[in-house]
Nanobody
Framework: QVQLVESGGGLVQAGGSLRLSCAASGRTFSSYAVGWFRQAPGKEREFVAAISQSGTRTVYTDFMKVRFTISRDNGENTVYLQINSLRPEDTAVYYC????????????????WGQGTQVTVSS
């Protein structure tokens, strides 16, 4: 069993930065790849980035590679998402999930989810 708790969201002006955290409980956390997704009102959940169990491999949605950076610290049971140069269109609830599947961009294949953290970017 893995429990995930996101934090770090908030209201920020366009051009600013945020670092989101995904803190996990459970001794098996390092056995899962972890992904970040976001969901804006009225839109489907969108893949942002994912990181392998060891942290040595990362995957991003192409257009997010420049401004988003995912990392993990298994010693702290935490995965981070750094977002730079925030834009109003980044406004969404950001979720982290843990998956044992090899298909990291498919949210339906995730085993565990956090409750989400709201990111709001003002213009």
């Amino acid at each position: 069993q893995v429990q995930l708790v996101e934090s770090g969201g908030g209201l920020v002006q366009a051009g600013g930065s945020l670092r989101l955290s995904c803190a996990a409980s459970g001794r098996t956390f390092s056995s899962y790849a972890v992904g970040w997704f976001r969901q804006a009102p009225g839109k489907e959940r969108e893949f942002v980035a994912a990181i392998s169990q060891s942290g040595t491999r990362t995957v991003y949605t192409d257009f997010m590679k420049v401004r988003f950076t995912i990392s993990r610290d298994n010693g702290e049971n935490t995965v981070y998402l750094q977002i730079n140069s925030l834009r109003p269109e980044d406004t969404a609830v950001y979720y982290c999930g843990a998956t044992s599947s090899g298909s990291w961009s498919t949210w339906t294949l995730y085993d565990y989810w956090g409750q989400g953290t709201q990111v709001t970017v003002s213009s």
